[in-house]
Each structure stands twice: as structure tokens, then as C-alpha cells.
């Protein structure tokens, strides 16, 4: 290949990029959850947010994926969560590794809120008070999540 054509070729792939969809990865890169409890408070002080808390297992809760697929990565419910809400991940993993203290952390959130099930949602105001555990069900739609979600909100 010459210089010229290489130089076409690079010119190309780099305006193409842009506009390749990389699945799932790309719309989860649309939403931002805090993994850190003390900062998702501040953030909901600082923006007069309610925290929507979600439980999940990563790598082992098959709800949780479905939820993640139906629910979380919907352009409803991203468009509303990013006028709305501070989000926050209380994750418990089974194959990868997170710090210690955001294991005892989430640990601690889960007897706190009384998490039997994954996943478990729970809208809470910025000090970590329960305003409402949001009923989730894998057979649900987007629009009847969303309906109790928005019926939640303070």
C-alpha cells in the first residue's frame, strides 16, 4: 500500500468510528453510578436528587441481567434517570474483585435496607432515607417500571 492510500485509509477509518455501535458497553457508558455511598449522597445534596440504589450480583444473577437489558440500559429510562436521579450500585460480584471496603460497604447497605432478592431497588433521599422500594419483576415492561418509578418520586 502507498503512502497516499494508507493515508486515505487511515482518513476513513477515523471518520467511520464515530458512528460504530459497540453493544451494550456503549449504553452503559450513558449512564454514571456511583459505587461509592458517601458520594452519592453528596451529589443528591448537591442536585436535589433523589439516589435510586440498586443491589445486583454481577456475573451471577440472571434478574439482574435481565434488568440491566430491559430496564437500566432503555433510552426511558436513561433519559429520566439523567434528569432525575443519582444513580448508585451496590454490586456483589462472584468472579471479580472490588475493594474491601466497598464489599463491607455494600454488605452493610444490604442489612440496612433489608435486601433479600436481587436485583432490589430502593429510592432514597440524599441522607440514605427510604422513600420507596421500587417492585421490579423480570416479566416487566419498561413502561410499567417506569410508571412505579415515577409514582416514587418525592
Not at 444473577?61 to 436521579?85: G, V
Not at 455494600?106 to 440496612?112: D, R, T, Y
Amino acid at each position: 500500500m502507498n503512502k497516499k492510500a494508507a493515508l486515505y485509509f487511515g482518513i476513513c477509518i477515523s471518520l467511520a468510528l464515530p458512528w460504530v455501535s459497540f453493544g451494550e458497553e456503549a449504553d452503559a457508558d450513558a449512564l454514571t453510578w456511583q459505587l461509592e455511598f458517601p458520594e452519592a449522597k453528596a451529589l443528591s445534596l448537591k442536585t436535589e436528587r433523589p439516589i435510586l440504589i440498586e443491589f445486583t450480583g454481577t456475573g451471577w444473577c440472571i434478574n439482574c441481567k435481565i434488568f440491566n437489558k430491559n430496564i437500566s440500559s432503555s433510552d426511558e429510562f436513561i433519559k429520566f434517570a439523567q434528569e432525575k436521579l443519582v444513580l448508585f450500585k451496590a454490586d456483589f460480584p462472584m468472579d471479580s474483585k472490588q475493594p474491601a471496603h466497598i464489599d463491607l460497604q455494600n454488605e452493610q447497605l444490604g442489612k440496612h435496607y433489608g435486601v433479600k432478592v436481587f436485583p432490589a431497588l430502593f429510592l432514597v433521599d440524599k441522607d440514605g432515607t427510604l422513600i420507596k422500594e421500587i417492585a421490579y419483576d423480570p416479566e416487566m415492561t419498561i413502561e410499567a417500571f417506569m410508571k412505579s418509578l415515577e409514582a416514587a418520586m418525592p
